[in-house]
């Protein structure tokens, strides 16, 4: 173990003429990956991440200079504590350089693991988080791990500790590529179709990788690919949902990334895809595609200049219903700005309804309905544990739509799904007009929009990722996991170089409550310039002066000392 010091501006010292500014310790952890290369995660605490344990908020970031090393985040995300909203400790990764951080899980509990991704290098990390806010690496899954699939994407944890991850891109080579299973699929190469599952042990290890391509094809009409293959295939999925009590995973497709990724390319509109997958996975090993079915399109497709803005297109997100007797299941469209539901997702060929525009929310700060869900760039999906709240995240509709920068508008808004859920297998609410677009659905079951908060950011986007918060502080000073969600944080970026995606690169917390709804929670604030979220765009770190840094993941955790 080794130490170093800060100035009190938070810099590090040069001379021991500086040595007045607060300590930073440091540690290294270790892990031999398969492909020979010794991986490291050292920490970089500051004296404000010590004490009684507490509630953190972990982000994964990546450098703008990508020659500095990757990080996750530690900030004291415990409200009342002196160092609210203050960055307590980094965790540099190496040897890597370039990593893209993008997705950890959606929720932590009590004794899991942390999954994080880096969609560009390939690579899944795995970190023990016993220790927090320290953090160790004691896994690696890298791209030889995965000769199947490309561009790790988001994760959901099994009970057992071991977690479901998408890999969205095809083989890392152009050809036939044989799964775990024994199956066969043609792909296109890396970054292309079709993508599949992983299941990743605790060790990062890859326990069997899963094929989400229909074996003899999709129709090719719908399915492109670039280059064509022999079986067309829909098969990129982004998000993840799994309800093990019914044997249930449902992943979203995405696009073909790698046609995706360049704003000089335009994205077809066969390569915008609009199918959900569900997985039967009764043998947590041995996961069997079940069925594959298509969201419909909406009133204000007909509309769009653009066909990838009509509202099945680019179905990112996907999110689950928790309680027992609840079968429902939601996703959304980040270019179509729309969200669908079905309410039994265990069926054979479940059937989806979109049940609300994003031009809805919109309207509550635009009330002109100049600003629609077309082309939106709506991102994070998200069903509180008691079944009451869904969560979404909005990036903002500018670069897509040559809007001027002024109305760059992303935003984050709940809501109330009660109804909803209540009406079973006879839903009712459909978006089916055009004036529902507008104002919401018509019938008695819709959603009912609670809040919706604007980030107005007049550089390049706004919120892309969030998480709840799933823990509650007891009389006694420790934490117990809730049902109830009262805050979110969100994360403002998305994918430098894709259209509307590099974001302000802030970290910001919303409270649920109150006449709006839900609020920023202003008392969040960086511990550098005070304004409230807490910036990534800042020269020194923990770990040194290595500049502006893009915030993607963020996910809640606490003390194992503290949580019951």
Known sequence: MTTSMLTAAGRPARSAD??????????????????????????????????????????????????????????????????????????????????????????WHKGDRLYAGGILSDTTFVFDTKALPALSVVGVNTSTDTPCGTLPDAYQVLEDGTAYGTYMGGPNVTGPCTYTNGEVREGNGAAGSPGEI???????????????????????????????????????????????????????????????VKPEVELREDLARQTV??????????????????????????????????????????????????????????????????????????????????????????????????GDNSSWLAVSPDDRYLFHTVMGSSKPYGEPLDRTTGMVYVLDIQKLLASGTATKCSVDELSEVYNGGKESDCPALVGTVPIRDTTDGGPHWGAMDNFEKTYDGTYREATKVKRVATANYFLAGAFGGDGDHRVCMFNLGGTAGIAMDTRFRDEVTGAPCVSFNRKSWPHGDFGEARPHGVLFVVSDGVLR
């Open 18 to 107: 500086e040595s007045r500014g607060p300590t930073v310790t440091e540690s290294t952890s270790r892990f031999a990956a398969s492909d020979g290369t010794t991986y490291t995660a050292t920490n970089h605490l500051l004296p404000a991440a010590k004490g009684k344990g507490r509630e953190w908020l972990l982000a994964w970031a990546g450098p703008a200079d990508t020659t500095a090393p990757d990080f996750l985040t530690v900030i004291d995300a415990t409200p009342g504590s002196p160092s609210y909203g203050d960055v307590v400790n980094t965790v540099t990764m190496g040897p890597g350089k370039g990593n893209e951080p993008h997705h950890m899980q959606y929720v």
């Open 198 to 260: 992983v299941h990743i042990g605790k060790d990062g290890k890859t326990l069997a990788e899963i094929p989400a391509a229909v074996k003899g094809g999709e129709d090719p009409v719908q399915c492109g690919n670039v280059p064509t293959m022999s079986e067309a295939s829909c098969a990129n999925p982004h998000g993840i949902a799994v309800r093990e009590d019914l044997g249930i995973m449902v992943a979203s497709d995405f696009v073909e990334a790698r046609n995706f």
């Open 277 to 374: 997958r569900v997985f039967d996975i009764s043998d947590r090993s041995d996961p069997r595609l079940r069925s594959v079915t298509k969201v419909p399109d909406g009133p204000r497709a007909a509309q769009e200049k653009d066909p990838i803005f009509g509202e099945s297109r680019v179905l990112m997100e996907t999110a689950l219903t928790n309680k027992p007797g609840h079968k429902g299941a939601f996703v959304s469209s980040m270019t179509g700005g729309a969200v669908f539901y079905t309410p039994d997702i265990t069926v054979a060929e479940p059937k989806w309804k979109e049940v609300l525009d994003d031009t809805t929310a919109y309207k509550t700060f635009h009330p002109d309905g100049s600003l629609t869900g077309g």
